[in-house]
């Protein structure tokens, strides 16, 4: 199914393309190279979670959770092609492919689709679509397509993975839009999208268990070892399930209030995110030391998503709603 995309026809001018980037960095001394270091990080899991985060817990609880679910389920969605794929990182096509060694920790494994391109497309342009506006539509789509070109210009994921984790994202967008509306009409609505999208992140990891994947060795060193490519499965798998239980939970459960001032909501953002930052930035570890690594990066990920969703909402309604202040 995925072959077309292997051949040389295909792959060619797509590797030409990223000669071209290459060049221009090394003509410009890689003075730009920073730049798109920091476009790229809008595709990564910190940046998204802190704005919907905003969302969520101080403008419109609707709106975050779309954000998260289609966040969530557009990344499961980027895995299993990812894993059924199994397509090689532009360097491992090319030896004339050089990537910015700034971003190589995070662009390890299999390529097609860019996972950071699906994501900026699932959250920025869920908020095009949230907020259609002169201003925020082209604004929203600007940083879609920096945040896919610095994927090219570092040199880590070629023209088609990048188109097609716009396509995915705008997919399962669309279709995670229409379904959270149609659930409202309908008593169970909630709980089928919470089965649906739990089935969808198990339902990726019982694949990955199952599936084999290729074991191509160079000079005797395996090109990807798929045991490490699982652990972003488990990842995204763990966000993914954590968005949807923990939607479910608060809604079912919590139903915490909106702030009623923009200080209010301020202080409440303030608040909130930062055991938000601190568990993104010092917790994998644990959980790994703890669970494995699979495991263990599933509940990491399953924390963060289920804070922004359960744990801080319980703060909001049984311990803020009690000062005065935020009467």
Not at 68 to 89: D, H, P, W
Not at 249 to 256: P, S
Not at 267 to 279: N, S, T
């Amino acid at each position: 199914m995925f072959g077309i995309l292997k051949t040389p026809e295909v792959l060619d001018f797509q590797i030409d393309y990223l000669i071209l980037l290459q060049n221009f960095r090394t003509l410009t001394g890689g003075k730009f190279d920073e730049l798109f270091v920091f476009i790229t990080r809008f595709g990564e899991i910190l940046i998204p979670l802190v704005i919907i985060a905003i969302f969520y817990w101080c403008l419109n609880k609707k709106q975050g959770a779309f954000l998260l679910l289609s966040t969530g389920i557009a990344e499961v969605f980027n895995q299993f092609l990812k894993m059924t794929a199994c397509i090689y990182r532009p360097w491992i096509l090319s030896s004339r492919i050089q990537p910015s060694a700034e971003v190589l920790k995070t662009a390890g494994g299999y390529s097609f689709p860019s996972g950071h391109t699906t994501m900026a497309t699932s959250l920025f342009g869920g908020i095009a679509l949230l907020k259609p506006t002169k201003l925020i539509i082209p604004l929203m789509l600007v940083i879609i397509f920096l945040v896919a070109l610095s994927r090219n210009y570092l040199g880590v994921h070629t023209i088609q993975d990048v188109v097609f984790g716009f396509l995915i994202s705008l997919v399962v967008m669309l279709t995670m839009f229409c379904a959270l509306k149609k659930a409202e009409k309908y008593k169970y609505g909630d709980l089928i999208i919470f089965l649906l999208g739990s089935f969808c992140a198990f339902g990726l990891l019982l694949y990955i268990h199952f599936k084999s994947f290729p074991l191509d060795y160079v000079n005797g060193e395996l090109l990807v070892n798929p045991e490490k490519m699982k652990s972003s499965s488990y990842l995204y798998a763990g966000y993914a399930f954590g968005a949807f239980l923990g939607w479910f939970t608060e809604k079912k459960l919590i139903n915490f209030e909106l702030p009623k001032t923009k200080k209010e909501g301020i202080i409440r953002f303030l608040i909130g995110i930062v055991p938000l930052i601190i568990l993104l930035s010092h917790s994998r570890d644990g959980f790994i030391l703890a669970l494995g690594k699979n495991w263990g990066t599933f509940l990491n990920f399953f924390a963060f998503s289920f804070y922004v969703t359960v744990l801080y909402p319980l703060v909001i309604k049984f311990g803020l709603s009690k000062i005065k202040f935020f009467r």
